[in-house]
């Protein structure tokens, strides 16, 4: 019988963030981007859902949580805004095809 | 405390007071939106609404300055035990709130020149005033909470209320290229950074059981005691440091979300394009606001890392003084602090674009006000805010953010009036200026020597306190003269580039490029910066560095409430 | 200490004539007024003679029992408060005149009147915009310098020591010659990296001195015991603290001196600065170096002076040895002139090194002789670029032939820069070489000062084969066609001329009437902080 308890939800957080990592920085399509960074979102959520049952014992990591899911569909709101608005000037939303500003 | 009134518990009309600045924003933002609805869309009444909400902020801001002379005062704390304060009203968020009004005003008067200057030409502008001014008001009311906020949930709201709109902000002329895509990195740049901060807070709550700073200060301080206790002088040191993974890579992850508000090494790459790219007046708000609660954010996260009571430690050797985990912190803050200011200068170096030029400036200098960060002092013993102990690198970097403004502001006002008139923001867009346009070219040349640091303008004055609180507290820590020698050599590295834009502006000329007269409010707002420097450099050297200190003297006071709430945890 | 305001007006005087400048209408009364201030800073500088003038009184009544115990024209005043509480440091308005910057202020009020006359054609010239601009920097370089020279606060003589750099690098960048942009920024840099590690400087000096005692104050770091054992015990980041300190404050020094291996801005500045801003950078600028030396590092510093003492003999040997190969090789008139300034500031250098009061003498006149010979030299190659406009030397000939008053006075000119006896480099070179030669006497590890004297010796046969080689071709010989019409020089130059060579003439037949006596009681304080 498998018990899971802290330390299994935390690898799982911690894969989670690995991927949304692994997403993020070799995504050159924006919005791959933008679920690499909901990936990471969702394992800090899980860590402190996880943290808040099993280890602290009060609700602070769970309504935390409420609030990361608000910031994440604001934040994801914004960004696709941002994407469209960069579609309709560059006719794509690859990251790397936005070049003029260097230097 | 019963839990029915627990449950009916709503802010006491004193705690709202306290934080009056802020509700006053969020008053200011609705009448913004609601303004269309009852007058039209004319482009002036957002400005005029935000201009008369920044005096109403400004008034109040005093009021509440008034209100906690005696020492900080915590509000939104429900009367239950265990409960701790979300925000918090002392002299450092005042001084940022009075400090973020004054930016705000500064900018709603550039962005209203640059109205006037566009008028006819570019009416999409125009057409999106109430969404300009929405935006730029909630990026402030996020700014103001984070350098109030002692939670971390609180902080990351905070943080994302202030990242937001500005994401959109840079995006705000929608015909411009360079602006969607600088709008692009930015919010990938942002979400990115956000994400990584907010595991790290999910792993810090995991590793102290609280989002409260204050909590997690105690913890730190009462861990520090018992090792001050149990270790002798001459015991081997390997205990004193907190070697756990969950800890550092929390820190850790909490420093991308700092390091990207601030734009310092390793999360500064976005900073040069989203300048370049967005509207010159959000450049110059990015530069200024953004960069100031990123300041401030860390000196308040510093504040609560790195201070552990009597400083360097009496009973451990220096050696071992060195692996207290404030220690590594300092250092570390020490070292990007360091990295951040030779990287911006030296990237500055082959810059041809005046607001590249000016956003590696700016990355400097955020290198230099992140060193005042890596200074560790005593706070006094009782937690009151007694004289004699305010954190100088605290004052120090207060004194440097009022200059900064100023520098700032003037700076890029000043582009921002040639950029307008000429429509390019190279370099060789200022050629012979000094003829064209002289009094745009002085005050503009003014600000440039003093971001150089030059006396006897303002910009030597704030450098000369972040200086002098390095080597005042480098008696007990000598590797701070590394950061004092970084600095120095920093300064004339960065003489270079400031000096090409006054070299383009007055030693050089072209006969083919007509004169032209800027507007008279730009002119009156640049001069006035120009002006104030230079009596922040002379008249005004000293009264700015005690305001400074007064403001900074309660940085390490707790408020009364989170203060009971500690004895009762301890 | 006398107080008095005399040098407040000195050092404001000309700030008030720049904000005048600005505001006044016409481009004719700017010029009136530059040189109406730049001449009244003469006059009031003169007052202080009163105090040092003293036919008939004991040296000691004049400057006083040690270093800085007597100062004249002193105000202090409270700048900034560093803490709380009435025995919390200040930085102070601290300024003050003795016998070591007596001679200096005088010479910059002097010899920046004479450069604010040169300017009097500065509609001729080849940039001739903004002339409003380029009085009101110039009045404003005028405070800097005698700011420089007359403060006693660390703080505000780096104050002033920046201040100076900006006008500066308008002057060379705006009115100067085809490479001026590049001369103008090299000036700035070199001098910037110069003063930044000043700044390390100011702020050791004051965190390193105990608590308590802790001063920005000249006089009290170099005469509190306290603070000078601190000095002595302390470590900078693992190096010794007064070795450390000497060399970042030496560095910033020799920039501005020039010394040898950071000397390359000075050609550059030179050549492209227009010719009154050549007098003014040769003349005072470069004299800010020595000055340094002599009122920061060798007083608060003297133990590292002695560690040092045998490097800086050799690169004042270097200076002047590389400075005359140098102009010897120069084919442009006014790069001539400005190696032969970095020859002759190495014979200062040198006298600084071997710190004995005869060397300290000796440097202190070559400073004021070659203040005074080689913003003459500078002049007299601008009078014939003016008519010429062209610096070759080898294009020229014969001039003494269209033009013999102009030719006597830059035969004076040069020969009081070559060290003629009788002129004022002649002194101050002699003093510097018999003074290094004698300097065992004083210091009996000093085994190489002999030697040294001997070598330095030699640069004086090789300025005189540089100058005598020069005078030669430009004005002997027979007269070139092209410059037989040349106008004799006008009155404003020779008006300009004359009190130079007056003064290389008095510095050269009465140098104790004329110099020594005023300065020498400071220096033999100084000299006395070396036991």
């Keep these: 019988m498998l018990t899971v308890g802290l330390t299994q939800y935390l690898v799982l957080a911690a894969f989670l963030f690995c991927c949304g990592l692994f997403v993020m920085t070799t995504k050159r399509n924006a919005v791959g981007i933008l679920i690499g960074v909901e990936l990471v979102l969702n394992a800090a959520c899980l860590n402190l859902v996880a943290f808040s049952r099993y280890r602290v014992g009060t609700i602070d990591g769970q309504i935390a949580t409420l609030f990361i899911i608000v910031l994440a569909a604001a934040e994801a709101a914004v960004a696709i805004a941002i994407f469209v608005n960069y579609y309709r000037t560059l006719a794509t939303i690859d990251v790397d095809k936005g070049d003029e500003l260097r230097g | 405390m019963n839990p029915a009134s627990l449950n009916n518990w709503l802010p006491s009309a004193d705690e709202l007071h306290l934080f009056s600045p802020e509700l006053i924003l969020v008053g200011t933002i609705v009448a913004v939106l609601v303004a269309p609805l009852l007058v039209g869309r004319r482009p002036a009444v957002p400005a005029l609404i935000a201009v008369l909400g920044c005096f109403v902020g400004l008034v109040a801001t005093w009021a509440v300055s008034t209100q906690i002379a005696d020492g900080p005062q915590a509000g939104m704390v429900p009367p239950a035990a265990g409960a701790t304060p979300m925000l918090l009203a002392d002299r450092f968020s005042v001084f940022y709130k009075l400090l973020l009004f004054l930016a705000l005003g500064l900018i709603t008067w550039l962005w209203l020149i640059g109205a006037q200057k566009r008028n006819g030409t570019n009416s999409a502008s125009e057409r999106g005033a109430t969404e300009f001014f929405v935006l730029l008001l909630t990026s402030a009311l996020g700014m103001m909470l984070m350098v109030s906020s002692f939670n971390l949930l609180v902080l990351i709201i905070a943080i994302e209320t202030a990242s937001l709109p500005s994401y959109a902000l840079v995006a705000s002329d929608k015909r411009s290229r360079l602006g969607a895509e600088a709008a692009l990195k930015y919010v990938m740049f942002g979400a990115t950074a956000s994400a990584i901060m907010i595991y790290g807070v999910s792993l810090l709550y995991g590793r102290f059981g609280t989002l409260d700073l204050s909590v997690i200060a105690s913890t730190l301080d009462a861990r520090y005691a018992e090792l001050r206790s149990t270790v002798a002088t001459s015991a081997p040191v390997t205990h004193v440091a907190v070697t756990d993974a969950v800890f550092w890579l929390g820190l850790a992850a909490l420093g991308v979300g700092i390091t990207f508000k601030i734009a310092a090494v390793p999360m500064h790459y976005w900073c040069p394009d989203v300048f370049q790219g967005a509207p010159i007046e959000v450049t110059t708000w990015l530069s200024v606001a953004s960069k100031a609660a990123g300041v401030g954010l860390l000196l308040r996260i510093v504040s609560v890392f790195t201070v552990t009571g009597p400083w360097p430690p009496p009973n451990l050797p220096p050696a071992a003084a060195g692996h207290t985990y404030a220690m590594t912190v300092a250092v570390l803050v020490g070292v990007l602090a360091a990295v951040t200011c030779t990287v911006g200068n030296l990237a500055a170096l082959r810059q041809e674009n005046v607001k590249r030029i000016l956003a590696y400036s700016s990355i400097a200098h955020a290198g230099y006000m992140m060193m005042a960060a890596a200074i560790i002092v005593a706070p006094s013993a009782a937690g009151g805010a007694s004289a004699a102990t305010y954190n100088t690198g605290m004052a120090a970097v207060i004194a440097y953010l009022f200059v900064y403004l100023l520098m700032n502001v003037g700076a890029f006002g000043a582009t921002a009036l040639v950029v307008w008139q000429t429509g390019t923001d190279h370099l060789s867009t200022f050629t012979g200026l000094g003829r064209r346009a002289p009094w745009v070219a002085l005050p503009l040349a003014v600000c440039l020597f003093s971001l150089v640091g030059l006396p006897p303008l303002g910009g030597f004055t704030a450098k000369w306190y972040l200086l002098l609180a390095l080597g005042k507290t480098a008696a007990t820590q000598p590797w701070l003269w590394i950061l004092v020698v970084v600095a120095v050599i920093n300064t004339a590295i960065s003489l270079y580039y400031y000096v090409r834009i006054i070299r383009q502006m007055y030693l050089t000329d072209d006969a083919a490029l007509p004169a032209f007269r800027p507007p008279g409010g730009g002119v009156a707002l640049v001069s006035a910066c120009a002006i104030i420097l230079l009596l922040l450099g002379t008249l005004w050297f000293g009264p700015l560095g005690r305001r400074a200190q007064a403001l900074a003297s309660d940085i390490y006071a707790r408020p009364p409430a989170a203060q009971a709430e500690l004895s009762h945890r301890m | ?531």
């Design chain 3, 1 to 531: 200490m006398e107080h008095g305001n005399l040098l407040n007006w000195l050092i404001f005087l000309p700030t008030i004539a720049a904000v005048l400048c600005l505001i006044v209408p016409s481009n004719r009364t700017v010029k009136l007024i530059a040189v109406l201030a730049t001449g009244l800073t003469l006059l009031l500088s003169l007052g202080l003679f009163q105090h040092f003038a003293w036919w008939g009184t004991a040296a000691g009544d004049v400057f006083g029992a040690g270093y800085g115990q007597k100062l004249y024209e002193v105000t202090k005043l409270t700048w900034i408060t560093l803490g709380e509480g009435a025995r919390a440091p200040k930085i102070e308005y601290f300024v003050g005149a003795d016998g070591l910057s007596f001679p200096l202020i005088l010479l910059t009020t002097v010899v920046t009147f004479l450069a604010c006359l040169a300017s009097w054609n500065i509609e001729h010239w080849k940039i001739n915009k903004g002339i409003r601009g380029y009085f009101c920097l110039f009045l404003l370089l005028e405070t800097g310098m005698l700011g420089v020279f007359c403060s006693l606060d660390f703080f505000l003589f780096y104050i002033f020591w920046e201040v100076m750099l900006l006008p500066m690098y308008f002057l060379i960048g705006v009115w100067g010659g085809p490479r001026k942009e590049y001369a103008a920024i090299k000036f700035f840099i070199y001098t910037l990296v110069g003063s930044v590690l000043m700044l390390i400087v100011l702020l050791a000096f004051y965190f390193y001195a105990p608590v308590g005692l802790r001063t920005f104050s000249l006089i009290e770091l170099a005469n509190n015991a306290a603070i000078q054992d601190a000095f002595k015990a302390a470590t900078f980041l693992g190096f010794r603290f007064a070795p450390l300190m000497f060399v970042l404050l030496f560095i910033g020094f020799a920039i501005k001196v020039p010394v040898f291996p950071f000397h390359t801005w000075l050609p550059d500045a030179h050549v492209e600065a227009p010719t009154p801003i050549s007098m003014i950078l040769a003349g005072i600028l470069l004299k800010m170096g020595a000055y340094g030396l002599l009122r920061i590092s060798y007083p608060i510093l003297p133990t590292a002076g002695m560690w040092a003492s045998y490097a800086l003999g050799l690169l004042g040997l270097v200076n002047i040895i590389y400075g005359a190969l140098c102009a010897m090789a120069q084919t442009d008139f006014k790069r001539l002139v400005a190696y032969s300034s970095i020859s002759h500031m190495g014979y200062v250098l040198l006298g600084i090194a071997i710190m004995t009061p005869a060397g300290l003498q000796g440097a202190m006149f070559q400073v004021i002789a070659h203040g005074i010979s080689s913003p003459m030299c500078f002049f007299l190659v601008g009078v014939i670029y003016d008519r010429a406009h062209h610096r070759e030397i080898n294009r020229f000939g014969g001039l003494w032939l269209s033009m013999p008053v102009y030719g006597s006075l830059a035969t004076l000119g040069f020969f009081a820069s070559l060290g003629l006896p009788g002129l004022c480099g002649f002194i101050g070179e002699f003093w510097v070489l018999v003074a290094t030669f004698s300097a065992q006497a004083v210091w009996p590890w000093m085994t190489w000062a002999k030697p040294f004297a001997v070598i330095a010796a030699t640069g004086v046969i090789l300025t005189a084969g540089y100058i005598l080689w020069m005078i030669q071709r430009v004005y002997l010989g027979p007269q070139r066609e092209e410059y037989k019409g040349f106008p004799e020089a006008s009155a404003r130059e020779i008006a300009i001329l004359a009190p130079f060579a007056a003064l290389a003439l008095l510095l050269g037949i009465l140098p104790d009437q004329s110099l020594f006596r005023f300065m020498n009681g400071a220096l033999n304080q100084i000299a006395e902080l070396f036991k």
